[in-house]
Every structure is written in structure tokens, then in C-alpha cells.
């Protein structure tokens, strides 16, 4: 069809409407049905969208509709049905095509429909127009809501659709070549809506309440009129310059007239006093050209300074994807009539509308009720009405509802979700990138306006700015935004007025947060850390010999530990056998199938019970059919069926193999099911924030924008330089910026004729190569690293000196070594030997080789398939079997001490052959010796828990726990190290048996101050780490406890709250915690507490001596340890003296009193006591939940770290002193005594 014609049918259709005869409008009797047709006939257009153009071809809009509405508006159907066509008509182009077109062809048309909308935007700039439009809607918002029709709303929003269809329009470049303050079309337009009073209406829909539904198309048509606008323009709009505007201009002016000056001056310099036709010939020494021979240069000298090898050559195309991202188009600036009414338009709009408006189109958003991208007008409203209200005389109170961390958070997560959709939609990227643009612009609008508030002399506002401020640096996702931007930033994508915005935003925000850290001394922030713990996969099953002579030695064992049991099962072995899995969606037959392989890798695993109890849970459920035996089976045929069952071939269903795309999928699944976020509070550091800007990818994006240096505005220089000298001279980086490309720059600045207008970025270029030159004289190999950018690593090498060649590599292994090893481990590896790597450390002939490195090269030489066969094995975990003279001898332990307090812990202590805890307490479960694990724990007297007690305990006792070494410690470790993890959770099952009772947990909880460890030296160990900040905050949160419990007279757990990094730092460190158990700290109970605590039930004068014990003075007598547990930081020591004297005094009496009634029988056994090993057993049921699950990590990840360490044994004998501080819960003298009573008591029995 040919578009410059029209169609019949529509030039039938348009000549029946009426026609224009001069300015009158003569409709025709069929104008209304008319209308209707070229609405369906709009309907129905093709792609190429041929009914529109045509239409706008026969300016259809500008000859009958126009003048049909403005002449015949009485009309209601008429002027309804007029207003549904034009703003069919008037929709932007892109929503007809849906995209700008690539094909030549549509394109075609795509601008053909632009071209239109032009010449209907220049229709609709008349006041009659929008005079009938603001008369019609002025009509329709007097009827109330009761009134009102369905047809009035709908006539209300298409009223409110053609406004914004029109304002949408954009400008024609070609047509509109107008200067500034010249009214173009858009401006003719405004003031066409200004002159009929639709910005009466306009605002009016923004702040009546009962027309909120309005809110999304009002801020649309607000945001379209302000389209070419500034908030710095309007402000200034009728008003005289500024004293800084003046300046500011006549900078500009003396910059361009020094670069005038320099250019003539250069012009006067090239012109000789002789003229020459000939330039002459010259060879350039040193310049070779394309053979090995000096270039010849053709020209005038003068010239010679612009000389390159690329003169001639043809320019590389780049190829689109590198080009850089194209700038928006220019604002101008409109005529001054149109500034001052939309100045006036803003006030209005800020003081009556602005908050109401914001709030309902928020709203919206947030559910959801909105059109795909709307959140562009609330972005682009905030920062332009936020600016200008910041510009004209600020008030808070008109921005209130967009100032607050809802905002900064709703912008925060906008900007992450474009820049996510500008990586993942790329056809878009430019779409999405210019969103971003607007919610970057936003956001510096927000920092923008705190700083304005936190100059504001009313304090409330100042207030309400500081806890703005706090939460905008407390939180990490507000404090590194601008440190993601800036390593995100992709010029191919984002325009350089986003840079140049993010750059000015960056310096903005860092200026405030420097300011805000001067005044506070320890600013806690919040540290987010995302751990990914690594996905295991499916454990590999242990493949299981199978020969005949393996299954008949594997039944002898089963056989003889199942008629030594008797056949009788523990009851929790039978509770957690179930063979039955209800919500399984395997069929009932495959899962009895499955309980019968179930039974079978039990017996082949050698555990003969729990096979046993296996076969009679599956014989409960499927009874049918005597698969599983009969329901009065004998233990006799029991075992028979067991023996059958182990020599029976069972089908073994094999995983399916899963599809590649599936795996990947199920990779990422659980990678993101895995993923944990740890937060965590940490004290802030300015200078080691600004550290993490000293980066190639971070000083990359600053000179990209300092090289349009020339066009930049002053304070975007200032912005670049100041944060290249944060990192130059605060940081002392400056090797950050030995570049070629960056001296190259430096070399345009300094040579630029107007460089006096640069003088900031001057002498910031002279530090920075003077700082070079100096480093090169030292570093000959500075001239090569200005080749390459450098990191953080490569700026110390190049600045303090390289490593030496191999220094950091993992040793080598030579070939006679590899031969040693191989033939040491092939001797070796076939005896039984516990541990093979230590075995052959000490036979190389290379002494300083270790584990790790040994491990790893057996690795390497293929001589072990994996480093976890030759991981060190714990003390007590392989012994599986029982033999019949160990499991008499248990028999006899337990006979003999079946009545003591202690049974479990003393039949460990008697065992020969040791064993873990749950291992023992299983063999009394099945020999049928206890019935329950309760009979197994240890028995607490009154007296007993009397003695533990801190109020019964002398200040001798609890310095001489403070100050001296037990000598029974090394046992206790070593027996503490023999408990597995097995052991672990039976103590964690005793614990929560035992938290039932209170009387005893609250007694037991301050038994932890009397310790036997040697304070002093592990004062001056952690000392020597560095740890003295963290001792010394210790010491003053035990002495503040201790005033405030002398003060109030009132005990209560006191929290360990650290508040510096070194603190936080020290309370995860082991020799720490060791430190905190012996002065009778609490770890956190469970999962709900946080922190350490100082138990209620220490008295002050402990407390006082504990923190005395914190800084041992080397010119004290160390014995006198009564003088130093009475000294006290108070202000009355004199009172204090006496007071602890008669303390002192009443416990001694006490203590004489209680030795002289155990005299007769303590005398021959207190020696022997003394040194008695009893911490293994007594401590275990007295742990609390929090210093359990601590121990039990440190404990498991130093095994883990065994093959990898290489002074394992420290590393082990550290790990043991974790597990005794952690098990010891009563102090060392009482423990003594009441021991060496028992013991005694036992004798005088036998």
C-alpha cells in the first residue's frame, strides 16, 4: 500500500466528519460514527502501523479533531469519542513498534510516526486547546465520588493519558535549531498549560485526598514538563546572580583567555622572520623508521612537536560493542516567562504536594499496582524536587517523606537490580543503564540533602540528620555502594555523566563519613561475610571385602559379641532402628528389600547389634511371610538367620547417573542452599575503608574522567584529585599511579596552554612524578612497571623491594629424595606402625622436610591415593572389638565401683586398654549391667556442691588457684584427648539430663573461678602477642563489675561486650578463652547467647583479685599472694585491708577446723591424692552447653589440620589444654580434699 496516498475507505471515513471553513468547524450529521470507525480502524492496522501514518498525513488531528473538541465540546459523546482517538493517535512510537527497529524498512516507518507527533505536539501548544481540556476536567473533579459515573473516570484518565501522550513527544533537532531562552514547541506548550490552568488541576489531583487513584499519571505529566529543566536554573530563574555564580563565571572566562593568549603565542613562535617556500629535509637520530635507518622528516620544524608514526594511517575502526556509551541529549534552557511559572510551580508543588504525592506513588510500587519501569518518575521526582528544594532556602520539612533509610534503601535495591538486568539483558543494557543513571542521581540527591540538614542550625534537625547518618555508615550495604559502582563501572555501557555523577557521589559520601569518624572515637559498624561451606557430595561407601575367608572371619566376631551380650539390645539402640520410612515414595516391597541389605552392611561392618536390632524393628513391620523370621523366633535361629543373610548375594539397587544439565542445576541449588551470611559488629577504621579504593579498577574509572579534564567542571577535578591524593599521600601509594597512560595525562596537563586554571591537578602531577623519579633512581626497574597497572602487592615490591627467585614456592623434591621416600615407605608401609609419616620423618635424610610435605609428595608420587589415608588417628577410636579378658576386667571395674559417685570415670581411669566413653558406656548397655545411661553418671552430694562453691572458699584458695600450676594437668589433657566425638555428645545428652536441675547448675556455674593454671604466665604469653589492649579492657570490665556490685549489693551474669576489633579478635582466640575459664568466665550457654559472661555468683573481692592477677608486677614477691588478693583499686584501701584481714581470718579458722577433724585419715594419702588424676572423668558432666560446643570445634578442627600443620605436636598439646580448661569446673584445693577423703574412706571400708 502506498502511505502517501490514502486509503479510500479512511479519506471516506475523514471527509464525512465535517470540515473547516476559516476558524469555524461544520460537523457533519455522521461525525460521531465516523470517530468510531477510525477507531477500529486503528484497531486493525498492520505492523507497519499504515492507518496512522496515514492519518497523520491527512493531519487528521490538526484539521478535525482539534476543532472538533475546542467548537463542539457541549457535545459528550462526541468530545468522549475524540479524546479516545487522539490519544490512540498520540501514543510514542515506541510503544507502537515496541523497540526502535533494526531493519532499514521500519525504521522507516518508526520515524515516519515520529514526524507526526511532532506536528501534533505543535497543534496541541495552543491555549484554546488545553482551555476546553482544563474545562472539561475541571467539570468532572466538582462532581463527589457519590456522582460520579464510570464514564467520568474513564474520561478523567484519557484527559490525563493525552496530556502525557503530548508532553511525551520528543523534540525535533532538525526543525528546532533555537538558542537558549528562545521558546521552543515544549515551551510553547507549558505555557499553554500554564495560561488554561491545567497546573491548577495538576496539583490539585496531587494533594486531594479523594483522588488519589490520579497519583501515577500526575507525577508522570510532572516529570514530562520538567523534561528540559535544571533544578540550579529554575532556582536562579528572575533572580541576580550570586557572588559565586560571578566567580565561578569569570574563571571559566580567565581560563579561556589564557588558553587564547597561549595559542597565539605558540602561533607567533611557528611563523619565522624569513619566509621559506622550502621546509627542507631532516633525519631524526634516534627515530628509526621501518628499516634500520633514521626517519627523514619532510616538514617545518615547528611542527616536528606533533610528529607520529600513525600520520597517514587509515583510523582503526572500533568495533560497536567497544565504543563508549552515548551521552543523553543536552538540557536547555527555556524562556524566562516558562522558568519563572515553573519555579513557581515547584513551590506550590513542595509545600502542598510533595510529601502526599510520594508517599501514595511509593506505595504503588511497593505493591506492585504499577506499569513495568514507573519507578523512574519516583526516582527522577525525588532527586530534581529534593534539589531544588535544597537550592531554594531549604526546609526539611518539604522532603520529609523521602528523607529517611526507607529511601536510601529503596534506591540501593534498585540500583543492584538494574546493574543485575544490565549484565543479564544485554539488548538492553542501555535502557537499564540509564535507569541506573537516575537512581545514582537519587541517591547523591539523599547524601546531598543529609549534608544540607547537618548544617542546619535546629537541633532537631540536626538530630534526625545524625541518626540518618549513623545507620546510612553502620550498615554495609549504604557504606560500599559507591566502592561497587566504581569497580563495576563499564564505559561501553555507562555514559560519562554517570561517571562523572558517581565521582562527585564517592567524594561526597567519604567526606562525610571522615567527618562523622573525627568526632567519635569508636564508630561499630556492621560486616556482613558470606560463607560457602564446600558441598561434600555423597560420602563413598568403604567397599567391603566379600571373599569367603573375610566372611567367615567377619561371623566369628559377629557371632561371639552377640552370645557375649546375651542377645539383649540397649533401648536406645532399639528406638533408632526403624527400616520403614512412611513418606517415602518407594514402594513398600523395594524398601523391605532395602532393610535386608540394610542388615546385611551392618553385619558386614562388624556391628553385630546393631545388625540384631535391625532384623527384629523390619520383622515388627513386615511380619508376613517369616521374611524376617518367625514372631517367637529362638536368639538360636535368630543367629542362623543372620549368618544367612550375610552369605546371601542381595540385589543392590545402583544410583541412577544424573544428566549433566541437572547436575549443574543441583550444583548451584545446593552452592545456594550452603550459603550462609555471618554479621558481625567491628570498629570502623577511615583509613583502612579508603585502603579498599587502592585498586586498578577503582583508579581506572578517575582517569577515565580526568582525561576530559578541559570540560570537567572545577568541582568535578577537585573530586578526582582528592581522592587520588587519599590514596597517593594518605595511603602512600602513590606507585598506584606509576602508568604509562597516567604520566602521559599528566604530561597533556602540564604542557596545557590555560594550565594555571588546573593548578590543583598541577601540583598533584609534579608530586607524583617527583615521587617516581626518586623511586627510579633507587628501582632501575621502574621505567618497565610503567608498562603494566599494579596492585596493592606489586606497589610494595616495586616500592620496598622484589622477593628473591623461589622465596614463597613450595620446596622441591630431587630425584634422590623421591627415591629415599619411596623406598622408606615401601619398607614401612606393611608394619603396623600407628602413624607412617611420623614414622618416617625422622629417617630422611632431610631434617627439615615436614608432615605436610611429606604427605603431599607420597601424594604426588602416586604412592597413596589420598592424604586422608595417612590423617593421624586418634587416641582410643580404633579399638572396636572386646576381647573376653577386657570385657572381665569391665565386668570387675563395675562390680568394684558400682556404689562410688563417679562409676563411668573411675572404670576409664582402671581400663588397660582405653577407650572413649561411649564405647564403655555401650558395653554396659549391652552386658546387661545398667539398664538406663543414667546409672552411669556421676552422683553429686550436698556437701560436695557446698565445697565447690566460691562462698565457701578462702582468698588463699583462690589465689593459690590463680597463681599455681596443677601438676596433674598433663594427665588430665592426655586423658581428655582420649574422648572422641562419640564421647561428646553422650557428655552434651548427660548435660541436658543435669540442666533440669537448677540448684545444681547454679552452684556449679561459679565454681569456675578456682583454677588450677598459672595465670601469670599466660598473662605474659598473651602479652607477648599482643594482646595488652584486650588484657587491660578485661581487667576494667571485672573492676566496673565489681563497683557496681559493692555499690548496688546485687549480683546478676554480666555480658563481656566487646567493643573494639582487637577485643572481638581476642575473645575468638583459644589462649584467650583458656585465660577467661580459669578467672571463672561462663561461654555462652547455647545458640541464644552471644557472649561471655561474669557469673553472679563471684563476689567483688574475687573480682577485684582476678583483675589483680591481670597485671602481675615483677618487684611483687610472688609467694605473697594474701597481699595481693587483698589489694583493691578503691579509693579507702585502708578500710579494704581490714575488711579482707578478717575474711581472711574466718576462712583460715575454717580450714584448721576442717583439717583437724580429717587428720587421722588424710595424713598417709595426701601426697598420693595430690597428684591423682582426676580431672577426665569428674569434669565431664559438670561442662555447660556453650564451652562444650566450642570445645568440641577446636578439638575437631585441629585433628583436621594434623596432616597440614607442621609442629603437630604443639598443635595437639594446645588442643588438650582447650579440652582441660574446658572440662575443669571446681577448684583445685577443694577437688583435692575431697578426693583424698575418698580415697581414704575406701581403705578404712577394705
Known amino acids: 500500500m502506498d502511505l502517501l496516498r490514502m486509503n479510500c475507505e479512511l479519506l471516506a471515513t475523514c471527509s464525512a466528519l465535517g470540515y473547516l471553513e476559516g476558524d469555524t468547524y461544520h460537523k457533519e450529521i455522521d461525525c460521531l460514527e465516523s470517530v468510531k470507525d477510525l477507531i477500529r480502524y486503528l484497531r486493525h492496522e498492520d505492523d507497519t502501523r499504515d492507518v496512522r501514518q496515514q492519518l497523520g498525513a491527512g493531519q487528521i488531528v490538526q484539521n478535525d479533531l482539534l476543532p472538533i473538541i475546542i467548537q463542539h465540546g457541549q457535545d459528550k459523546a462526541l468530545f468522549d469519542a475524540c479524546i479516545r482517538l487522539m490519544v490512540n493517535l498520540t501514543q510514542p512510537a515506541m510503544l507502537c513498534f515496541g523497540k526502535v527497529p533494526d531493519d532499514p524498512a521500519f525504521r522507516h516507518h518508526f520515524m515516519q ?22 474545562e472539561i476536567l475541571y467539570n468532572l473533579l466538582q462532581l463527589d465520588w457519590e456522582q460520579r459515573q464510570e464514564e467520568d473516570n474513564l474520561l478523567i484518565e484519557r484527559i490525563l493519558l493525552l496530556v502525557r501522550n503530548v508532553l511525551h513527544v520528543p523534540a525535533d533537532p532538525c526543525e528546532e535549531k533555537k538558542v537558549d531562552d ?27 485526598q479523594s483522588e488519589q487513584q490520579w497519583s501515577m499519571h500526575v507525577l508522570e505529566i510532572i516529570s514530562l514538563m520538567f523534561r528540559d529543566q535544571t533544578p540550579e536554573a529554575l532556582v536562579s530563574a528572575g533572580q541576580a546572580r550570586s557572588a559565586e555564580e560571578k566567580q565561578r563565571d569569570a574563571q571559566e572566562l580567565e581560563a579561556l583567555r589564557q588558553k587564547e593568549q597561549a595559542e597565539k603565542r605558540s602561533r607567533t613562535l611557528q611563523r619565522g622572520t624569513r619566509h621559506s617556500r ?80 510520594m508517599y501514595l506513588v511509593k506505595e504503588s510500587l511497593i505493591r506492585e499496582h504499577t506499569q513495568e519501569h514507573d519507578e523512574s518518575y519516583y526516582l527522577w521526582a525525588l532527586s530534581f524536587f529534593m534539589a531544588f528544594n535544597r537550592g531554594n532556602g531549604f526546609r526539611a520539612d518539604l522532603v520529609s517523606e523521602t528523607m529517611s533509610i526507607r529511601a536510601f534503601h529503596f534506591i540501593e535495591r534498585n540500583i543492584t537490580n538494574y546493574y543485575e538486568m544490565m549484565l543479564t539483558d544485554r539488548k538492553e543494557a542501555t535502557s537499564w543503564s540509564r535507569r541506573m543513571h537516575l537512581a545514582l542521581k537519587a541517591y547523591q540527591e539523599l547524601l546531598l540533602t543529609v549534608n544540607e540538614m547537618d548544617r542546619s542550625q535546629d537541633e532537631s534537625i540536626h538530630q534526625s540528620c545524625n541518626v540518618i547518618k549513623s545507620n546510612i555508615f553502620y550498615l554495609m550495604e549504604y557504606r560500599e555502594i559507591f566502592l561497587t559502582l566504581l569497580r563495576k563501572f563499564d564505559e561501553t555501557r555507562q555514559p560519562h555523566s554517570y561517571l562523572k555523577d558517581l565521582v562527585e557521589s564517592t567524594h561526597l559520601f567519604l567526606r562525610m563519613l571522615e567527618r562523622f569518624c573525627k568526632g567519635r572515637k569508636n564508630l561499630m559498624v556492621q560486616r556482613k561475610k558470606v560463607k560457602r561451606k564446600k558441598s561434600r557430595g555423597a560420602k563413598k561407601t568403604p567397599s567391603l571385602e566379600t571373599s569367603p575367608e573375610a566372611l567367615a572371619e567377619t561371623w566369628k566376631i559377629v557371632e561371639e ?31 523391605r528389600t532395602e532393610a535386608m541389605v540394610r542388615v546385611q552392611d551392618a553385619l558386614l561392618a562388624r556391628l553385630g547389634p546393631e545388625a540384631l536390632g535391625l532384623l527384629r524393628a523390619a520383622r515388627e513391620v513386615w511380619p508376613d511371610g517369616d521374611v524376617f523370621g518367625s514372631a517367637d523366633v529362638e536368639p538360636e535361629e535368630e543367629l542362623e538367620l543372620l549368618k544367612q543373610i550375610l552369605h546371601a548375594n542381595l540385589p543392590r539397587s545402583s544410583p541412577p547417573e544424573p544428566v549433566v544439565e541437572e547436575d549443574d542445576d543441583g550444583i548451584e541449588l545446593e552452592e545456594e542452599e550452603l550459603e550462609s551470611v555471618q554479621v558481625a559488629e567491628t570498629e570502623f577504621n577511615f583509613l583502612d575503608f579508603i585502603k579498599r579504593f587502592a585498586s586498578p579498577n577503582i583508579v581506572r574509572p578517575y582517569l577515565l574522567l580526568l582525561k576530559s579534564y578541559s570540560k570537567n567542571t572545577p568541582h568535578t577535578n577537585h573530586c578526582i584529585a582528592r581522592m587520588l591524593h587519599r590514596l597517593a599521600v594518605d595511603l602512600k601509594m602513590d606507585a598506584l599511579l606509576f602508568q604509562l597512560s597516567v604520566f602521559n595525562l599528566f604530561n597533556k596537563i602540564l604542557s596545557d596552554p590555560a594550565a594555571a586554571a588546573y593548578r590543583e591537578l598541577m601540583t598533584f602531577a609534579k608530586y607524583v612524578l617527583n615521587r617516581f623519579f626518586s623511586l627510579a633512581a633507587q628501582n632501575k626497574k621502574a621505567y618497565v612497571e610503567l608498562l603494566f597497572w599494579k596492585n596493592v602487592g606489586a606497589v610494595r615490591e616495586m616500592t620496598e623491594g622484589y622477593s628473591k627467585e623461589g622465596e614463597g614456592k613450595k620446596p622441591t623434591w630431587t630425584e634422590e629424595e623421591e627415591e629415599e621416600l619411596r623406598k622408606l615407605y615401601e619398607e614401612h608401609r606393611n608394619s603396623e606402625v600407628p602413624d607412617i609419616v611420623e614414622t618416617l620423618l625422622p629417617l630422611l635424610s632431610n631434617s627439615t622436610r615436614t608432615r605436610r610435605q611429606v604427605v603431599t609428595q607420597l601424594v604426588h608420587m602416586g604412592l597413596v591415593d589420598n592424604a586422608k589415608e595417612l590423617k593421624k588417628q586418634k587416641k582410643g577410636t580404633q579399638i572396636v572389638l572386646w576381647t573376653e579378658e577386657q570385657e572381665q576386667e569391665l565386668q570387675m571395674l563395675f562390680e568394684e565401683y558400682k556404689d562410688s559417685e563417679d562409676v563411668l570415670g573411675n572404670i576409664l581411669k582402671k581400663l588397660t586398654a582405653k577407650r572413649s566413653r561411649a564405647r564403655v558406656v555401650d558395653k554396659l548397655l549391652s552386658m546387661g549391667m545398667v539398664s538406663e545411661r543414667r546409672e552411669l553418671y556421676k552422683k553429686r552430694s550436698r556437701k560436695a556442691q557446698g565445697k565447690s562453691s566460691g562462698k565457701g572458699m578462702t582468698e588463699e584458695e583462690f589465689l593459690a588457684g590463680l597463681t599455681q600450676g596443677s601438676p596433674d594437668d598433663s594427665v588430665d589433657r592426655d586423658d581428655e584427648e582420649d574422648e572422641s566425638e562419640e564421647s561428646e555428645e553422650e557428655d552434651e545428652e548427660h548435660e541436658r539430663e543435669e540442666s533440669q536441675n537448677g540448684i545444681r547448675r547454679s552452684q556449679s556455674m561459679h565454681s569456675t573461678v578456682e583454677r588450677r593454671a598459672d595465670v601469670g604466665t599466660m598473662v605474659k604469653a598473651l602479652q607477648q602477642e599482643g594482646m595488652s589492649g584486650p588484657l587491660l579492657w578485661l581487667q576494667n570490665c571485672l573492676n566496673r563489675t565489681a563497683n557496681d556490685r559493692e555499690k548496688d549489693d546485687l549480683s546478676q551474669p554480666v555480658p563481656l561486650v566487646p567493643l573494639s576489633e582487637a577485643s572481638e579478635d581476642a575473645m575468638d582466640n583459644k589462649s584467650f578463652q583458656r585465660l577467661l575459664r580459669k578467672l571463672g568466665m561462663r561461654a555462652p550457654a547455647d545458640e541464644q547467647e552471644s557472649f561471655w559472661r561474669i557469673p553472679a555468683k563471684i563476689s567483688a573481692l574475687q573480682l577485684r583479685s582476678a583483675a589483680a592477677a591481670l597485671s602481675p608486677r615483677e618487684d611483687e614477691p610472688k609467694g605473697d599472694k594474701e597481699q595481693d588478693g587483698s589489694r583493691s583499686p578503691t579509693a579507702e584501701p585502708q578500710e579494704e585491708e581490714e575488711v579482707s584481714g578478717e575474711q581472711r581470718a574466718q576462712a583460715l579458722r575454717a580450714l584448721l577446723l576442717a583439717r583437724e577433724r580429717k587428720h587421722h585419715t588424710s595424713e598417709h594419702t595426701a601426697p598420693v591424692s595430690d597428684f591423682t588424676p582426676i580431672e577426665d572423668t569428674e569434669s565431664t558432666a559438670e561442662r555447660s552447653r556453650g564451652p562444650k560446643t566450642s570445645a568440641k570445634r577446636s578439638r575437631s578442627r585441629v585433628l583436621d589440620d594434623d596432616e597440614d600443620d607442621e609442629d603437630d605436636s604443639t598443635t595437639a598439646m594446645d588442643m588438650n589444654g582447650d579440652a582441660d580448661s574446658d572440662g575443669e569446673n571446681t577448684s583445685a584445693p577443694v577437688k583435692r580434699r575431697r578426693k583424698m577423703v575418698l580415697i581414704d574412706e575406701e581403705e578404712d571400708e577394705d
Request: one cysteine or more.
Open 278 to 357: 622550502f621546509g627542507g629535509s631532516y633525519v631524526v637520530q634516534g627515530l628509526k623508521s621501518v628499516g634500520d635507518k633514521d626517519v627523514i622528516y619532510h616538514r617545518n620544524l615547528h611542527n616536528f612537536k606533533n610528529y607520529t608514526h600513525d600520520t597517514g594511517k587509515t583510523v582503526r575502526r572500533v568495533p560497536r560493542r567497544n565504543r563508549q556509551a552515548k551521552e543523553c541529549k543536552d538540557k536547555r534552557r527555556s524562556a524566562l516567562n516558562v522558568r519563572l511559572f515553573l519555579r513557581e510551580f515547584c513551590v506550590d508543588f513542595l509545600e502542598n504536594c510533595y510529601n502526599r504525592l
Open 113 to 134: 510516526v515520529t514526524s507526526h507527533l511532532q506536528a501534533y505536539k505543535e497543534a496541541f501548544a495552543s491555549e484554546r486547546v488545553f482551555g476546553i481540556l482544563s
Open 561 to 591: 559379641e552377640l552370645k557375649t551380650s546375651g542377645f539383649q539390645l540397649s533401648e536406645s539402640l532399639t528406638e533408632s532402628m526403624v527400616p520403614f520410612d512412611a513418606t517415602s515414595e518407594t514402594p513398600v516391597e523395594e524398601q
Open 182 to 208: 528562545d521558546a521552543s514547541i515544549h515551551d510553547r506548550l507549558l505555557w499553554a498549560i500554564h495560561m488554561s490552568g491545567f497546573d491548577d488541576l495538576v496539583k490539585f489531583l496531587a494533594s486531594a
